[in-house]
């Protein structure tokens, strides 16, 4: 029961944006073709790249009639040999809109008429034959997709979405609306979600267990935009009846084509879990978890063809909690009163520093990008547990389990090329991600000798980043962006 209850934490705690739990990658890179061209590291301020029903400010086809199609593809970790053979982790993205223009009395309003399909889906694995573990999971999820955009007399904006998702079971409609008081001004509001959900199917020791990870929130925010001239940007959001959640981003124009970017955001929430096994309540998980990220960066536009940025960017994640596992999920009930139940607490942290390197040309016709990034992840993780004994009145089995790697170092590698013909336009990039080292957080007499490579010396469910490195040439990502507008 203990290591049903390890698993759960960890993969409650693996980063996770707006999307499935298992596409691992999103908490290093940024969304879209020309960010992952650039080294996966997004513009500020953020431009429209494609029709996007979640922020449908960003359904706006500019009086053309618009068709868009974009595919990502993921293979994040793929072991071939060693303590986790078999090991995987893959998904898939696929997204596909339509938008029409119309204008209204005498153009002063104008405005797009949307509708899109989008599918996502992941396959994860991870299985260790010497300790009998296997955790699995293999889903996907559809959404149908409708908006409308609307421009009224160059000082209001708004953007309503209708989405149909496999994640709820009601609608999500996000909408966006903006009013420009001057021309360097804009106040607005915007309501989003976040949707993560998987059923991990888990054997341990003979026994099987289901870990559904599903977590769903709508927010709120109110934010300010000042842009003076493209010369000094600001955008300062925060979110309703939520203190602790922010965001800002800033640029700042220099002499010399220069200029500075950089941002602030965090986030405080809290989750409740159950799990079963054998078709049994199995327990519960209580817990809070509370996300920072800043970032400072400077760029140089030498040319209006070309772009040049260096970035650092730190991001932080830490929580903690506790719960339950049911020990009459694996006894019978009359002996389980004595047995008692196994409790635990326990507290986690990640924290990832990368440095980023990135250019994009733009032609009239080629787009061509280059990026790289040194990142360097630190983990810590303790889970203390202990079991109930007589009526819950006693205590036994009392044990602490940490994590033995408490450093991971990775390159990635990102190529985008892009070719515009006329009314059309398609966009390729690829990264790679190079592992490059772990460290231990054992003395050095306890710790096994590793390869200059490096290696793990664990056991639990962590090491298969080491496994990574000696067994695994890395994962990749790769995205396609398809436009038609005429």
């Known amino acids: 029961m203990r290591q049903i209850t390890l698993a759960f934490v960890l993969l409650l705690l693996l980063p996770h944006q707006s999307l499935a739990y298992t596409e691992i990658v999103d908490f290093f890179l940024d969304y879209g073709v020309e960010t992952l061209m650039r080294g996966g590291v997004r513009k500020l301020p953020e431009e429209q790249e494609a029709l996007d029903f979640t ?9 053309k009639y618009r068709l868009d199609a974009g595919y990502e593809n993921q293979r994040t970790v793929r072991i071939f040999n060693g303590r986790w053979a078999r090991s995987h982790a893959y998904a898939e993205k696929l997204e596909t809109s339509v938008a029409a ?20 889906w992941f396959d994860f694995s991870a299985e260790n034959a010497t300790e009998g573990i296997t955790l699995k ?21 708004l953007g309503v979405s209708v989405i149909a998702t496999d994640y709820r079971s009601g609608l999500e409609v996000p909408i966006e609306a903006e009013i420009a008081p001057c021309d360097f001004l804009r106040v607005g509001y915007k309501r989003s ?53 922010l965001r800002f981003e800033g640029k700042v124009r220099l002499p010399l084509s220069l200029y500075l970017v950089g941002n602030y955001r965090q986030r405080d929430l809290n989750f409740s879990q159950d799990f079963s096994v054998e078709g049994k309540p ?95 992840l630190k983990t810590a993780a303790q889970l203390d547990y202990w079991r109930s004994v007589l009526f819950g009145i006693g205590r036994a089995g009392a044990n602490t389990l940490q994590l033995d790697t408490d450093r991971v170092k990775l390159l990635f590698l990102s190529l985008g090329l ?68 005429f």
């Not at 223009?101 to 996502?120: D, W």
């Not at 999971?137 to 904006?157: C, H, I, P, T």
Request: glycine share 16%; proline share 4%; aromatic share 12%.
């Open 193 to 245: 979600y976040i949707d993560d959900a998987a059923d991990f199917n888990v054997q341990l020791s003979g026994k099987s267990g289901l870990i559904p990870v599903h977590y769903g929130e709508e927010l709120n925010e109110l934010y300010i935009v000042g842009d003076y001239k493209e010369i000094v940007y600001g955008k300062y959001a925060h979110e309703l009846g939520k203190t602790g959640n």
């Open 282 to 376: 199995g327990g519960f998980m209580r817990g809070d978890i509370v996300f920072r990220e800043y970032r400072g960066g400077i760029g140089a536009d030498p040319t209006d063809k070309w772009n040049v940025e260096l970035n650092y960017r730190h991001r932080g994640l830490d929580s903690s909690g506790g719960g339950v596992a049911f020990s009459s999920a694996v006894v019978d009930f009359w002996p389980s009163l004595v047995v008692g139940n196994y409790n635990h607490t326990y507290d986690a942290a990640f924290s990832i520093d990368q440095y980023h390197a990135g250019m994009v040309y733009k032609g009239e016709n080629v787009t061509l990008g280059l990026g790289v990034q040194y990142i360097y």
């Open 55 to 63: 922020a449908p400010l960003f359904l706006d086809s500019k009086g």
């Open 137 to 157: 999971g293999d889903e996907n999820f559809e959404a149908k997709k409708g908006g409308v955009n609307l421009s009224a007399y160059d000082r209001l904006r």
């Open 418 to 485: 892009g070719y515009r013909w006329q009314n059309v336009a398609v966009n390729y990039a690829f990264g790679q991600f190079v592992p490059l080292g772990t460290h231990d957080n054992k003395p050095a007499s306890a710790t096994p000798p590793t390869s200059s490579g490096g290696g793990g010396g664990g056991t639990d469910i962590f090491e298969s980043i080491a496994d990574k490195i000696d067994h695994n040439p890395g994962g990749n990502i790769q995205r396609v962006l398809l436009t038609i507008a």
């Open 101 to 120: 223009p119309f204008s209204l009395t005498g153009k002063k309003i104008n405005g797009t008429v949307a509708a899109g399909y989008g599918y996502r």
